[in-house]
DNA sequence: CTAAGAACTATACGACCGTACAGTTTGTGT
DNA sequence: ACACAAACTGTACGGTCGTATAGTTCTTAG
């Protein structure tokens, strides 16, 4: 099998193949409907395809959303350390720690914003227990969790974040983060402000920062 | 129409009607799986009633479901004040503010954990676009924020929270508390704790208010 | 007791769901 | 040019979806 799933014309990679194709537009549907609310047929139309190609591709419903919900958190895990090591950089120019939070913070956010497939993604599945949540759990949440708790913690080390438990503190700052995307669709409709802006994602952070910052002094 | 959906046999207000019974399976049901996760048929079985009724009751799956939702967001509307309103005794009788944000904090979040049916029907539509969601804002969610952003400037005013953006605030605080029961399932299932219990949501406070709270002194 | 309306049920229908499978086209190595 | 496999399509099937509608049971007022 193929590793790159691109069609290989010419030299550079061109366009995506097919089944990527599909994905992406699978990634779309499911992130945005669920499992239950996205057909087989929808997800073709999608990606202008005929369903018994997804067929074909990926045997059945469940398997293509595993490859799906795999795909996305792969993109997630390759765009997560750039998000982050421009901040170290940036770390490690300027050494205000203030401000190093805070471009931590933002970054995250912009993330979270960039990379809206995964919030919804998750979550469309991450408050319905079953087996599709039992599946991610094992395959991406767990390690995550590790990692997000280390995370947390090497800031605490370095006096960047307050010491308290550190699960809890990165439960409060997914929450304080994720949950804007999560309600961006409301808030977008009652206040007519767009929280996909820069301007409020600056304000959403200042906020976040103002209740942060006393401790780190 | 009877205002009480109650049978009325005998002098108290003994088993609720078939109508409501419908409409508390429905929410079971809404809330766990969501609109397209939930079939009338499965509503019906839950109910202990065969599917016509639903839709002599409610005519349409649509309308069952804004009947729910209304069902639901009353619930939650009457069992609020009640949590906050023994906050209030406690802030009179008590006079340590630090101690009494805590304790609102705390009863948000044990009124989040008590009335699941609320966050995880909001949240199911909440983060997908749509008329159902469209339908949801315009009833609930305008009024909502209004009295969300009201709250935080009472408190803000009292110097009970931090002078910020109160609806930031309001979206940080939400967030911090909404997003632990939307991801309990998950936290469960890694940590082999249950988020819902006495100690864990004490923790969880506790690290919340380290974080607030030397901006009240 | 009885008529009338409310509550509830049985049955059917078209649409779409996910899946199976045979058939066709396209690409590739020789 | 040929063979063969991969990629892709057409079609059909059983099942469930939401809904329509006629029929049955229950409640209750007169």
Not at 2 to 25: F, M, N, V, Y
Not at 58 to 87: C, G, H, I
Not at 101 to 129: G, H
Request: glycine residues 4%.
């Amino acid at each position: 099998m193929p590793a790159t799933p691109t069609t290989k014309t010419s030299a550079g990679q061109k366009k995506p193949s097919r089944k990527t194709e599909i994905l992406q537009a699978a990634a779309d549907l499911f992130a945005q409907l669920g499992f239950d609310g996205s057909s087989i047929n929808a997800i073709a139309n999608r990606a202008g395809v005929k369903k018994s190609l997804i067929q074909y591709h990926f045997d059945s419903k469940d398997l293509l959303w595993q490859a799906t919900v795999t795909m996305v958190w792969q993109q997630r895990n390759d765009a997560l350390p750039r998000y982050l090591d421009e901040a170290f950089i940036q770390r490690i120019t300027e050494n205000d720690q203030q401000y190093m939070v805070r471009d931590l913070c933002k970054r995250l956010l912009q993330f979270s914003f960039d990379q809206p497939q995964w919030v919804r993604l998750m979550f469309q599945e991450a408050s319905t227990p079953g087996p599709r949540l039992d599946w991610m759990v094992e395959e991406f949440f767990r390690e995550d969790f590790a990692n997000g708790k280390a995370m947390i913690e090497l800031a605490q080390e370095r006096e960047l974040l307050p010491r308290v438990d550190a699960m809890n503190l990165l439960h409060i700052l997914s929450g304080a983060l994720i949950y804007l995307v999560n309600v961006a669709p409301i808030t977008a409709k009652v206040t007519g402000e767009d929280p996909n802006s820069e301007e409020y994602m600056d304000r959403h952070i200042d906020t976040l920062m103002a209740i942060l910052s006393p401790q780190l002094r």
